[in-house]
């Protein structure tokens, strides 16, 4: 059965202020965790963003949470390797993966990071859902598909989020996110809803803030 994947809606007057007002509130850094026996209490819901290297992910995460340097990026792809856990308020968890598909990081480390993510996945029972990032210029690649399975055999349900809408014309958008809801049709754990976003430009932040705060 194929499913219909579509762009998310414009939020609604009441969830779009319930995300204003989780991200305008209070949002810290918790720690960085390299092993599961590190994690916070899971003692409320989180969602977790991933993406592989210069996704933009970082911008994505100061601009939802309006702080500039809230979430670092690396200069060098793969040089992050700890789970960073971020407070919202003190209803939720945001989680901060590192990037993949790195060629930087030798390969023990890689290795190490991979297994700790499966566990993570596997493992966490409250985390709610998982933000898969993708290039808008470039659409699902290779590297995003062993992500994009791990998900499903962890059977965390994911959400794709479009990053720097604007940096291609209206053409390449529409394509790249076509080849992107080809290529979801394939993985069960996939949510039917895309969020294509610009955190330069501010577009789609408000929709993810109130994917966010709405989450049960």
């Not at 989680?95 to 190490?112: I, R, T």
């Amino acid at each position: 059965m194929t499913m219909a994947f579509t762009l998310a809606p414009e939020p609604e007057d009441e969830a779009r202020e319930t995300g204003r007002l989780l991200f305008a509130g209070p949002v810290d850094f918790v720690k960085g965790v390299t092993a599961m026996s590190g994690l916070p209490p899971a003692d409320r819901p989180e969602v977790c963003f991933a993406g592989r290297s210069n996704v933009g992910k970082s911008s994505l995460i100061n601009a939802l949470t309006n702080r500039k340097n809230l979430a670092r990026s690396s200069n060098t792809p793969g040089r992050t390797q700890e789970i960073n856990y971020f407070t919202l308020g003190d209803s939720r968890y945001l989680v901060d993966l590192p990037g993949y598909g790195y060629a930087e990081a030798p390969v023990a480390v890689v290795k190490k990071w991979q297994a700790l993510l499966k566990q993570f996945l596997q493992g966490r029972v409250t985390l709610r859902r998982a933000f898969v990032l993708i290039d808008t210029r470039h659409g699902v690649k290779a590297v995003d598909e062993e992500i994009l399975s791990l998900l499903d055999k962890a059977a965390v349900t994911f959400q794709v989020v479009m990053t720097k809408a604007d940096k291609v014309n209206q053409a390449t958008r529409e394509a790249n996110i076509a080849q992107t809801m080809a290529a979801l049709q394939k993985h069960p754990a996939a949510y039917p809803e895309i969020v294509v976003t610009s955190s330069e430009k501010g577009d789609g932040v408000e929709t993810l803030r109130a994917v966010i705060a709405t989450l049960e």
